[in-house]
DNA sequence: CTTTCATTGTTGACGGATCAACCGAGCTTA
DNA sequence: TAAGCTCGGTTGATCCGTCAACAATGAAAG
C-alpha cells in the first residue's frame, strides 16, 4: 500500500535493473559526485584535472600523448586540463629539445604541494571502497572490468545470432 | 624500447589502474559507446530515451516520477526525454483523473514497434557482456555494484583517519 | 629535395548530465 | 478560506565528455 515501498519492489523486479550498463552507469555517476565532492572541499579541481595531476606526480616529465594513449582519456579534454593547470600554476610544460610537438608535463611547488595534500584523502576514499567489498569480491571485480571492457570495445555483430 | 609496449607495461603499474572509480569510469565511457552505436543503427535514440522507453514498456502507464525515483534519472533529463518521445510519436501522455500534476505515459504503436524491433539486440549485448564473464564474476559483480553505491553515497569522512 | 603520411597538440561544436529556479496543483492546518 | 507546505513537471545555465577539423612538426619514400 505505501508507495514508496511498491516503487523499491519495482526497481528491483524491472529487467533494466540486471542491466550491467545500467549499473555501471549508476555507479559511475555516484562515485564521480562523491569524488566530486572531495575534490572541491581539498583542492577545487575537477576529477580529469587530478587524474592528470596524479599522472604526472607519478611520472615526471610524461607527455600529454602517452598520458592520453594509456588512460584513454580524450586527447582534447587532456588539452584543456593541462592548460587550466598550468593556469593555475600547478604544472609547467618543458618543450622537447629533439622535437618540437611534443610537451613534457612536471608539476610545481605548488602542485606537488597540493597533491600531497589531496592523494591522503582519495586513497582513503578508495581503501573505504575496497575495504566494503568481500575479498572474492576485491579479487574479482577488476578481472571482470577487464573482460567487460574488452567485449564493449568489439564490434557489435548485427546478426542477431 | 618500444615506445607503445612500454607505455603498456606503464598502463599495468601506474597506481590509477587500480583505483576503483577510475576503471568504473573507463567501462563506462565503453559500455556507453558500444550502446550508442547499436542504438544509433537501431532505433535512433539516445540511451536516455531508450531506457525511458524500456521502463514505460513494462510498466504502462508509469509516471515521470516514478520513473526518477527508481532509476534515479534526473527529473529534468527525464522531462526532456519524453517530450522527445512524444515529439517523434513514439510515446503519449494521459492526464490523470484525479491529479492534475501527474502525467501516464504510454507507448504509442510505433513506440511499441520500435522497442520490439530494439530489445532483442540490447538482450543480445547483455547476454554477451554475461557471458564473458565467469560463474562466479556473474554472481559477485551485482553484490559488488550495491554495495559500492551505497559507500559511494555514505557521507566522505572529513577526517583522515 | 619534395611529396606524402603519421603524430602532437589546439580548437570549435555538439550532445548529455547535473543543478537550481520556477510554476501549477494538491494537501494540511488554522 | 487563507497560509504554508509538499509534490510533479518544466525550463535555463553550466559543466563535462566526445568527436571532427586543423596547424605544425617530424619521418619515410620517391
Not at 583542492?43 to 600523448?65: F, K, N
Not at 610537438?101 to 611547488?109: D, E, G, K, M, V
Request: proline share 3%; with cysteine.
Amino acid at each position: 500500500m505505501d508507495g514508496k515501498l511498491k516503487d523499491q519492489y519495482l526497481q528491483d523486479q524491472l529487467p533494466i535493473h540486471r542491466f550491467i550498463s545500467y549499473r555501471v552507469l549508476r555507479l559511475h555517476s555516484k562515485l564521480n559526485a562523491q569524488a566530486a565532492r572531495i575534490l572541491k572541499e581539498t583542492c577545487g579541481l575537477s576529477l580529469a584535472q587530478w587524474r592528470v595531476v596524479a599522472v604526472v606526480a607519478t611520472e615526471d616529465g610524461i607527455t600529454p600523448s602517452k598520458i592520453s594513449r594509456f588512460s584513454q582519456m580524450d586527447k582534447g579534454q587532456l588539452s584543456r586540463c593541462v592548460k587550466a593547470l598550468v593556469d593555475s600554476g600547478l604544472m609547467v610544460t618543458r618543450d622537447d629539445p629533439a622535437d618540437q610537438r611534443i610537451q613534457h608535463l612536471s608539476l610545481t611547488a605548488k602542485g606537488h604541494e597540493i597533491h600531497e595534500r589531496t592523494l591522503p584523502r582519495m586513497l582513503n576514499r578508495q581503501d573505504r571502497l575496497l575495504l566494503g567489498l568481500s575479498d572474492v569480491e576485491r579479487e574479482v571485480i577488476f578481472s571482470a572490468f577487464d573482460k567487460l571492457e574488452v567485449i564493449a570495445d568489439a564490434a557489435d555483430d548485427p546478426a542477431d545470432e
